[in-house]
Nanobody, 124 residues
Framework: VQLQASGGGLVQAGDSLRLSCVASGRRFLTYVVGWFRQALGKERELVAAISRSGGTTHYADSVKGRFTISRDNARNTVYLQMFSLKREDTAVYYC??????????????????WGQGTQVTVSS
């Protein structure tokens, strides 16, 4: 599966953004999807993950209550709705997919397919 992330941009603290990850290919519903981010000089970290059906989600503590991950399997798309953005949310955001398996995956190394990343910059 090929992934295309979009929706990033330059916003002010407190603003909202919605990222989209569109997958090409068939059987998207067999993939667990995660959103990761990598800030300058830091390691890539999980932001949120969603199971194949969308019934199970997981969030990093730093974004709980502010971000929401969802998916529309009919549109081969996973979304990351971000509210109340903070400067520390500034990073390149990547979506990733893993075929089959359990409910959600939390580690970078678990994911087989990666999108190209979209930059989110939050100014104060």
């Amino acid at each position: 599966v090929q992934l295309q992330a979009s929706g990033g941009g330059l916003v002010q603290a407190g603003d909202s953004l919605r990222l989209s990850c569109v997958a090409s290919g068939r059987r998207f519903l067999t993939y667990v999807v995660g959103w990761f981010r990598q800030a300058l000089g830091k390691e890539r970290e999980l932001v949120a993950a969603i199971s194949r059906s969308g019934g199970t989600t997981h969030y990093a503590d730093s974004v709980k209550g502010r971000f929401t991950i969802s998916r529309d399997n009919a549109r081969n798309t996973v979304y990351l709705q971000m509210f109340s953005l903070k400067r520390e949310d500034t990073a390149v955001y990547y979506c990733a997919a893993k075929s089959g398996g359990g409910y959600v995956y939390l580690n970078v190394r678990d994911y087989e397919n990666w999108g190209q990343g979209t930059q989110v910059t939050v100014s104060s």
